[in-house]
């Protein structure tokens, strides 16, 4: 890793909501939250990705999404330059019970 390191702060959304990347920069999910919450990226191949940190299965092959338990975080560094879509999946009082924050 070569780049910066983009620290996201999850309590009622994401803190910045939007994010930029350059090749070897690494974005880090905080969950601030007290229950967990679970990050699916969205149009993110493995050949993007250089490094990860919770995104992985048991047999170490890039997974989509990542579970985040409160206080705890989960990364991944870029290979290219672009914009990190992702969406949020958090627990919540409101009707169904999850809310999804893209």
Known sequence: RS????DIRIAEGPEPADLIVNPG??????????LPL???LVNVKAEDVSCERGFS???GAMRESA???PNESASVCFTKPGVVNYN???ESALPGGKNIVP
Not at 3 to 6: D, E, L, M, P
């Open 3 to 6: 780049g910066v390191v983009h």
């Open 25 to 34: 920069d690494e974005v880090r999910w905080v969950n601030s939250r007290t």
């Open 38 to 40: 679970r990050i699916d």
């Open 57 to 59: 299965n048991l047999f």
């Open 67 to 69: 579970t985040i338990k």
């Open 88 to 90: 949020l999946r958090m």
